[in-house]
């Protein structure tokens, strides 16, 4: 039998193996009882396999197997075939799945990407961003679907924004000028009166009504009426800076505001009248419509502000009244609400046009104060404006130059003295002592930061054929609080031609020492105001011995304006001060009278006493 099957056979009985085809392939454990098996497939612990089957034998009459034989096949070879086929089906199987799995995921990317596109636009949307190229372009219809819906969506909701961007737009304009309406410009008055009390800079509410308007609306008709306000918005409009505000309150009231004026309040007034006389020749200028020519006029009411606790209604009013009272004053009137700023700027006004025909007639002249040593000689002398009247008096510097400022011809008043300076100093040259003195010119910081400064002084100079050496000009402190590239250049241009520059009103507060070493000086002017109380006031004793030893640091050379006694000068002596101008030597005189006091002093020098005591203008 076991032959038969290629295996081996046992008898066994109860105690045990009887006989083997040798070799049993089974290593039998100690009483290990085959026979009570009916048919098993086992493994070694050799690793081999085998089958077995077990016959019990029992004997005839008996109901007990006696002796059991069993049959083994080695199945060792065959069990490693089919371990090697369920290994490579396995392997083939994982292998399938592992494609599988990558198909899938790539076609589920490939599905997907619509969707997260979808997804994306949805995201968009919910930013407010309706804009979308989203194509219904997906293979399966539910996501195209989904894209489908998305783009509607965001059409839709696109339009409805653009709807209701429009009506808030319309909420805070004005339908016919597109300008801000009413709305609007409280707004921007509430942020403005919060912006000027921070920045300490002032800011102007002009209020302009049409004279004539009414008139034009019923001879000609409302749609002319309404030409005319769109073309009056523009115009005003391109009239404005950028920073500042047009705005419609309806019927043929305009508003401007204007903000970022001047810290300083007359600076501040002076250039919101200069603005509405600008918006008032605006509106003059005619207009044609339906061709006929219509030519405006108007009143504008100013307020200023910061002006304590400013509201933008209370504003208004006040600009209301202000052009209230313009209109009772008769056409093309400006008037300030404050009667203060108002009296000013019309005394102002009226300065400004003497001004100007005395700029012309050149009436303004310098005259000289002279700068002196401690003993009296005369080192030098600054040319000081004077505007002499018809009646014999004169109108001062500490009046006309502020208005001059304000107004521009400071550039004017600047460009006088510098050639009434140039011309004294040619005139010099070859005279005995007057040929080494230099003449200090004031010139304002605009005046300093025109790009044209130094072809200005050059062309003076050619003309006069003055030595620039002998040319100073004094800078005044306060052009430190702007000290821009553009005003340092011509400085260091004016240098470099030979001009030496003198800081004037030293001290009185806008330099840091950083600032002093950038421009480049010569000479540092004690102010005044220190000088004046050098006696009784410790901090200025203080402040003027610091610059004298600034000075010295920096090897500038210093001199003392406003001396008005000797105890004032001994003191600028004992801190190294050796320069000086002022009432104790010398009142500013006219040009012919230093001429004369500078020959007395030759004289007086050469008979060996300096007697410059007593004499003044
Ligand atoms: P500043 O440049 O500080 O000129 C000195 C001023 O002090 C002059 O006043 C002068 O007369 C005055 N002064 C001189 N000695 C004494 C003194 O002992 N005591 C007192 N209390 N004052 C004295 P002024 O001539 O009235 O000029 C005033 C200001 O006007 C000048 O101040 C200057 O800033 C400006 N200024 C005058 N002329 C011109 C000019 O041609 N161009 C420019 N841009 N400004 C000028
Ligand atoms: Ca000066
Ligand atoms: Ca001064």
């Given at each position: 039998m076991a032959e038969a099957i290629g295996g081996r056979a046992a008898l066994l009985d109860e105690r045990g193996p009887?006989?083997?085809?040798?070799?049993?392939?089974m290593a039998l454990?100690?009483?290990?009882?085959?026979?009570?098996?009916a048919a098993a497939s086992r493994v070694d612990a050799d690793g081999r396999h085998s089958q077995l089957v077990y016959l019990p034998l029992v004997p005839f009459g008996?109901?007990?197997?006696?002796a059991t034989v069993v049959l083994a096949r080695d199945l060792t070879e065959s069990v490693a075939t089919q371990n090697l086929i369920n290994a490579t089906t396995y392997v083939a199987a994982f292998g399938m799945l592992v494609l599988i799995a990558g198909g899938l995921y790539r076609w589920l990317g490939r599905t997907l990407r619509p969707m997260r596109r979808a997804m994306d636009t949805l995201d968009r949307i919910g930013h407010g961003d309706f804009e979308t190229d989203l194509q219904?372009?997906?293979?399966v219809a539910e996501i195209a679907r989904l894209q489908e819906v998305t783009r509607t969506m965001a059409g839709r909701l696109g339009h409805i924004v653009e709807i209701e961007e429009e009506n808030a737009r319309l909420a805070f304009r004005?339908?016919?000028?597109d300008l801000p309406n009413r709305r609007l410009l409280l707004e921007h008055l509430e942020h403005a009166i919060h912006t000027v009390n921070r920045t300490r800079r002032h800011a102007a509410l002009l209020l302009i009504d049409l004279d004539n308007f009414k008139t034009l609306n019923d001879t000609c008709g409302h749609s002319a009426g309404d030409r005319l306000l769109q073309a009056l918005a523009q115009r005003f409009t391109a009239r404005l800076r950028d920073q500042d505000i047009v705005a419609r309150l309806g019927g043929d009231e305009f508003v401007a505001l204007l903000e970022e004026?001047?810290?300083?309040r007359s600076q501040a007034g002076a250039d919101a009248q200069r603005i509405a006389g600008e918006l008032l020749k605006a509106m003059r200028e005619p207009v044609r419509i339906d061709d006929i020519e219509h030519v405006m006029s108007g009143s504008i009411g100013i307020t200023l502000f910061?002006?304590?606790?400013?509201?933008p209604e209370e504003l208004l009013k006040q600009a209301d009244f202000a052009m209230y009272q313009a209109k009772q004053q008769g056409r093309n009137g400006v008037r300030f609400y404050d009667p203060a700023m108002q009296r000013t700027l019309l005394r102002e006004a009226e300065l400004e046009r003497k001004l100007r025909r005395a700029l012309q007639g050149e009436e303004l002249v310098i005259h000289l104060q002279p700068q002196v040593d401690p003993e009296g000689r005369i080192l030098g002398a600054e040319a000081l404006m004077r505007w002499p009247q018809p009646d014999g008096s004169w109108i001062s510097p500490g009046e006309f130059i502020p208005v001059a400022e304000h107004t521009g011809q400071i550039l004017e008043v600047g460009r006088l003295a510098l050639q009434q300076a140039c011309h004294t100093l040619r005139a010099w040259q070859g005279r005995p002592v007057l040929d080494r003195l230099p003449i200090s010119v004031n010139l304002s910081p605009h005046h300093l930061r025109q790009p044209r400064l130094m072809e200005e002084v050059t062309a003076i100079l050619d003309e006069t054929g003055?030595?620039?050496?002998r040319l100073h000009i004094e800078v005044t402190e306060s052009v430190m609080a702007d000290a821009s590239q553009p005003l340092i250049a011509n400085l260091e241009a004016l240098r470099a031609r030979g001009v030496a520059l003198a800081l004037d009103d030293?001290?009185?507060?806008?330099?840091s020492l950083g600032y002093l070493k950038r421009l480049p000086l010569d000479v540092l002017k004690i102010d005044r105001s220190f000088v004046q109380d050098i006696e009784h006031d410790a901090d200025d004793a203080n402040i003027v011995a610091t610059i004298a030893a600034i000075a010295h640091n920096m090897g500038l050379s210093l001199i003392a304006e406003g001396v008005e006694n000797e105890a004032q000068r001994d003191f600028l002596v004992r801190h190294g001060c050796h320069r000086f101008q002022g009432y104790l030597y010398h009142h500013a005189m006219p040009v012919a009278d230093f001429e004369a006091l500078v020959a007395a002093g030759t004289d007086a020098a050469d008979h060996g006493t300096i007697d410059t005591q007593g004499e003044q203008e």
């Amino acid at each position: 039998m076991a032959e038969a099957i290629g295996g081996r056979a046992a008898l066994l009985d109860e105690r045990g193996p009887l006989a083997l085809t040798a070799p049993f392939l089974m290593a039998l454990a100690p009483g290990e009882r085959l026979h009570q098996q009916a048919a098993a497939s086992r493994v070694d612990a050799d690793g081999r396999h085998s089958q077995l089957v077990y016959l019990p034998l029992v004997p005839f009459g008996g109901e007990e197997a006696t002796a059991t034989v069993v049959l083994a096949r080695d199945l060792t070879e065959s069990v490693a075939t089919q371990n090697l086929i369920n290994a490579t089906t396995y392997v083939a199987a994982f292998g399938m799945l592992v494609l599988i799995a990558g198909g899938l995921y790539r076609w589920l990317g490939r599905t997907l990407r619509p969707m997260r596109r979808a997804m994306d636009t949805l995201d968009r949307i919910g930013h407010g961003d309706f804009e979308t190229d989203l194509q219904a372009d997906s293979r399966v219809a539910e996501i195209a679907r989904l894209q489908e819906v998305t783009r509607t969506m965001a059409g839709r909701l696109g339009h409805i924004v653009e709807i209701e961007e429009e009506n808030a737009r319309l909420a805070f304009r004005d339908a016919l000028t597109d300008l801000p309406n009413r709305r609007l410009l409280l707004e921007h008055l509430e942020h403005a009166i919060h912006t000027v009390n921070r920045t300490r800079r002032h800011a102007a509410l002009l209020l302009i009504d049409l004279d004539n308007f009414k008139t034009l609306n019923d001879t000609c008709g409302h749609s002319a009426g309404d030409r005319l306000l769109q073309a009056l918005a523009q115009r005003f409009t391109a009239r404005l800076r950028d920073q500042d505000i047009v705005a419609r309150l309806g019927g043929d009231e305009f508003v401007a505001l204007l903000e970022e004026l001047s810290p300083d309040r007359s600076q501040a007034g002076a250039d919101a009248q200069r603005i509405a006389g600008e918006l008032l020749k605006a509106m003059r200028e005619p207009v044609r419509i339906d061709d006929i020519e219509h030519v405006m006029s108007g009143s504008i009411g100013i307020t200023l502000f910061p002006r304590g606790f400013d509201t933008p209604e209370e504003l208004l009013k006040q600009a209301d009244f202000a052009m209230y009272q313009a209109k009772q004053q008769g056409r093309n009137g400006v008037r300030f609400y404050d009667p203060a700023m108002q009296r000013t700027l019309l005394r102002e006004a009226e300065l400004e046009r003497k001004l100007r025909r005395a700029l012309q007639g050149e009436e303004l002249v310098i005259h000289l104060q002279p700068q002196v040593d401690p003993e009296g000689r005369i080192l030098g002398a600054e040319a000081l404006m004077r505007w002499p009247q018809p009646d014999g008096s004169w109108i001062s510097p500490g009046e006309f130059i502020p208005v001059a400022e304000h107004t521009g011809q400071i550039l004017e008043v600047g460009r006088l003295a510098l050639q009434q300076a140039c011309h004294t100093l040619r005139a010099w040259q070859g005279r005995p002592v007057l040929d080494r003195l230099p003449i200090s010119v004031n010139l304002s910081p605009h005046h300093l930061r025109q790009p044209r400064l130094m072809e200005e002084v050059t062309a003076i100079l050619d003309e006069t054929g003055a030595a620039a050496q002998r040319l100073h000009i004094e800078v005044t402190e306060s052009v430190m609080a702007d000290a821009s590239q553009p005003l340092i250049a011509n400085l260091e241009a004016l240098r470099a031609r030979g001009v030496a520059l003198a800081l004037d009103d030293f001290g009185t507060g806008y330099s840091s020492l950083g600032y002093l070493k950038r421009l480049p000086l010569d000479v540092l002017k004690i102010d005044r105001s220190f000088v004046q109380d050098i006696e009784h006031d410790a901090d200025d004793a203080n402040i003027v011995a610091t610059i004298a030893a600034i000075a010295h640091n920096m090897g500038l050379s210093l001199i003392a304006e406003g001396v008005e006694n000797e105890a004032q000068r001994d003191f600028l002596v004992r801190h190294g001060c050796h320069r000086f101008q002022g009432y104790l030597y010398h009142h500013a005189m006219p040009v012919a009278d230093f001429e004369a006091l500078v020959a007395a002093g030759t004289d007086a020098a050469d008979h060996g006493t300096i007697d410059t005591q007593g004499e003044q203008e």
